[in-house]
């Protein structure tokens, strides 16, 4: 079964938000996506004008594309995983290196229907949100199917965004 991505009227409000946001501030933002696959650069993207601030993001499936694009180490992937603190917290460095931005969101997570562990279960997702005076890094468990965690954790982070303004 093949879903697409539908950016929610909700989404869609966080995402202009954000941008007038960083306008008011002269920043921008940039975005390292695993579990979203691009989703958090979509929604942004839908925001007519939203070239004045959003720089770009990458999309970085893979562990060797998190070394190669984003500088994460190898010795975090071995010791941590992709779906750890230190990993989004690396990418999210990288993406603002990378996309010479004020900002950047990184996420990576399990959004299922498989690969969850007892250690890291179906719907957890690391975020992390880098920009001026600013270093997060949380997690969450999202309930529901792949395109539901996706879609949370989309909503999670502009909203996490949102509010460092």
Same mark, same amino acid.
């Given at each position: 079964?093949?879903?697409?991505?539908?950016?929610?009227?909700?989404?869609?409000?966080?995402?202009?938000?954000?941008?007038?946001?960083?306008?008011?501030?002269?920043?921008?933002?940039?975005?390292?996506?695993?579990?979203?696959?691009?989703?958090?650069?979509?929604?942004?993207?839908?925001?007519?004008?939203?070239?004045?601030?959003?720089?770009?993001?990458?999309?970085?499936?893979?562990? %060797?594309?998190?070394?190669?694009?984003?500088? =994460?180490?190898?010795?975090?992937?071995?010791? %941590?995983?992709? =779906?750890?603190?230190?990993?989004?917290?690396?990418?999210?460095?990288?993406?603002?290196?990378?996309?010479?931005?004020?900002?950047?969101?990184?996420?990576?997570? =399990?959004?299922?229907?498989?690969?969850?562990?007892?250690?890291?279960? @179906?719907?957890? @997702?690391?975020?992390?949100? =880098?920009?001026?005076?600013?270093?997060?890094?949380?997690?969450?468990?999202?309930?529901?199917?792949?395109?539901?965690?996706?879609?949370?954790?989309? %909503?999670?982070?502009?909203?996490?965004?949102?509010?460092?303004?």
């Amino acid at each position: 079964m093949v879903t697409t991505t539908v950016i929610t009227p909700q989404t869609l409000e966080l995402a202009e938000q954000l941008g007038q946001c960083l306008l008011e501030k002269q920043q921008t933002i940039a975005t390292a996506e695993s579990c979203t696959g691009g989703g958090i650069g979509y929604a942004i993207t839908e925001v007519a004008g939203s070239s004045a601030w959003f720089n770009g993001g990458l999309i970085t499936y893979t562990n %060797d594309l998190k070394r190669q694009l984003l500088n =994460v180490s190898q010795r975090t992937l071995e010791k %941590d995983g992709a =779906v750890s603190a230190e990993c989004v917290k690396q990418m999210a460095l990288g993406a603002q290196a990378q996309c010479n931005t004020s900002w950047a969101i990184a996420v990576s997570g =399990v959004a299922g229907p498989g690969g969850g562990t007892v250690e890291k279960p @179906v719907g957890l @997702v690391w975020m992390a949100l =880098v920009g001026p005076g600013c270093e997060e890094v949380w997690s969450q468990t999202f309930a529901g199917n792949r395109q539901k965690v996706r879609s949370q954790t989309i %909503d999670e982070v502009l909203t996490k965004a949102i509010n460092q303004f």
